[in-house]
Nanobody
Framework: QVQLVESGGGLVQAGGSLRLSCAAS????????MGWFRQALGKEREFVAS????????SYADSVKDRFTISRDNAKNTVYLQMNSLKAEDTAVYYC??????????????????WGQGTQVTVSS
């Protein structure tokens, strides 16, 4: 049974930074594509970033490109999302997700099999 646990969310001023972490349980973490999604109040869940199994390839939503960085440490079964230059519109619940058979460049939430509980990120303006 795969479990994903996010941490690192909180309240930050616009222009500030946060780093989210997602710890995955279970074996063979390195075999799976990992992604981050977010959902703001009243809005649909949207893709943020994803990373290939080895960490060699990444993909980002246009809205976060050049500000956010996804990375992973397979030895620690952990994926990260470094968020810089945060804006009020980044306020959302952020979810970590794992895809068993998907490719890193897939952006649909439907291609991910396991999800964390989410962590709130609030950016004050």
């Amino acid at each position: 049974q795969v479990q994903l646990v996010e941490s690192g969310g909180g309240l930050v001023q616009a222009g500030g930074s946060l780093r989210l972490s997602c710890a995955a349980s279970g074996r063979t973490f390195s075999r799976y594509v990992m992604g981050w999604f977010r959902q703001a109040l009243g809005k649909e869940r949207e893709f943020v970033a994803s990373i290939s199994r080895s960490g060699g390839s990444t993909s980002y939503a246009d809205s976060v490109k050049d500000r956010f960085t996804i990375s992973r440490d397979n030895a620690k079964n952990t994926v990260y999302l470094q968020m810089n230059s945060l804006k009020a519109e980044d306020t959302a619940v952020y979810y970590c997700a794992q895809s068993t058979n998907g490719q890193y460049y897939y952006r649909s939430a439907g291609t991910y099999d396991y999800w964390g509980q989410g962590t709130q990120v609030t950016v004050s303006s």
